[in-house]
């Protein structure tokens, strides 16, 4: 079963109610958008208002990513589920 990592941003400010984290992005490993908007749903915003999504990048290059603060604060972004920001899972 082939899985797709996706990079998530949203529109939030400091001043919307969010879960710690996430106004960088978010990523996730998924099998299809759809599945990738349910774990965002289930694992991050479960109480928090889901915001709308600003940016979605399917088969997202990590290393791409914000070496800064991204890269070393990821986990395994090769199984299913939320890999950026830890804590989520």
Known sequence: MKMTRFWFTFNLTMRDPHPPGVLMGCGITALDEED??????E???????????KTMVADV???K?????VLP?????????VWFPLGYS
């Open 36 to 41: 990738a908007i349910r774990i965002l749903k």
């Open 43 to 53: 694992n991050v915003f479960p109480t928090h208002p889901f915001p709308g999504i």
């Open 61 to 63: 290059d990590v290393s």
């Open 65 to 69: 990513l914000d070496q800064g603060h």
């Open 73 to 81: 604060n990821m986990g395994d972004s090769t199984r299913r589920g």
